[in-house]
Every structure is written in C-alpha cells, then in structure tokens.
C-alpha cells in the first residue's frame, strides 16, 4: 500500500488555504455565536468555574495591551502591521511550500489563520476584536480569549517543537566523529 505524500507544491499550498479558510470560519463563526448568545449576559461557567465564556470587545492586543492607542495608530500597528507581516507569511509559504513538512505548513496556517482572524475583526469592526473565552483555577486565570488566539498560540507551539526536535549541527558533528573512532 503506497503512502499518501504530500509531494507536489501545489498540494501543499492548497492544504494551506483550506486548512486556513476552514480555521478562519471556525474563528468567524464562533465569535458571531458569542456576539449573539454572549452579549449583554453574564459569565457562563463550567467545570467548576475551570472554564467561562463571557462576552467582550477588546481594542488592544493580547490582554488588552495597547488599547489605549490613538484610533489612527490603532489602525496602523494593530491592523495594518500585522496584515503585512501575515502577507509575508503566506509569501514565504507559497515560495517554500515544497520543501516543508506538512506539520510545518499546518503549523503556518494556524498562525497565519488566527491573525487573519484577528485582524479582520480590527479592520471590519473598528478595532474591536471579539474575546470570549477564560480558563483558569481559583483566582488563576488566563486573559480572555477567542479561537484565532488559540490558533496562534498552537502554531507558535508547533513551531517551536519542530524546530527542538530537529537535530542541532553540534548534533551532526559529534554524531560523525564517533562513528569514525
């Protein structure tokens, strides 16, 4: 039985926009079910208050940072900014797309997909990005959150373990010397 390879490039570049397209909805879609049951209503919680979903339009980047800025400003470092950054990402996929483990490529599309998410939401609602998520222990808790937050934080994981599991060139070098002793 022949294993499925994603070998051709412009199979790899569609994995990535479908894979993006479908994380993009899942985050759109969520945060119009959390505008739409969420709103005006208090914290929803479950798991022994473990996890909350409570509602709230967010300005600034992660945990409110920046959301004090000028509305023009605002625009450009939130919105505009990493717009071009995520531009360069899709760029650098498309163009190295070949060479690339498909866990790498998923782990762009995460990361490409939750800023897309984000910034949309910036671009479309006037620099309100939709949060809507808690966990937390006791008084333990992390900043609210929505899906594309998720998918970032999961790229930038999976990027991470792919880069430590790959063998160091110290690696290569010792590894070589002892098989010639």
């Not at 920046?66 to 900014?81: C, E, H, M, T």
Request: glycine fraction near 6%.
């Amino acid at each position: 039985m022949r294993r499925f390879e994603w070998g051709n490039k412009a199979m790899r570049i569609a994995m990535f926009c479908l894979l993006s397209l479908s994380l993009i909805s899942w985050d759109k879609v969520s945060k119009g079910l959390a505008k739409t049951h969420l709103r005006d209503h208090g914290v929803r919680s479950y798991l022994d208050d473990t996890f909350r979903l409570m509602y709230v339009e967010n300005t600034g980047a992660a945990m409110s940072l920046a959301d004090n800025l000028n509305p023009k400003v605002s625009f450009w470092v939130l919105g505009i900014v990493p717009l071009a950054i995520l531009l360069g990402l899709f760029a650098y996929v498309v163009r190295h797309a070949s060479r690339m483990p498909a866990s790498r490529i998923a782990a762009f599309s995460l990361i490409f997909s939750g800023g897309v998410g984000n910034i949309l939401d910036r671009l479309i609602f006037d620099r309100h990005v939709t949060d809507f998520m808690n966990i937390g222990f006791r008084n333990i808790r992390t900043g609210i959150f929505n899906f594309a937050d998720v998918w970032i934080t999961a790229g930038v994981i999976c990027l991470l373990a792919w880069r430590s599991s790959r063998p160091s060139k110290t690696d290569k070098l010792t590894d070589s010397t002892l098989q010639d002793a």
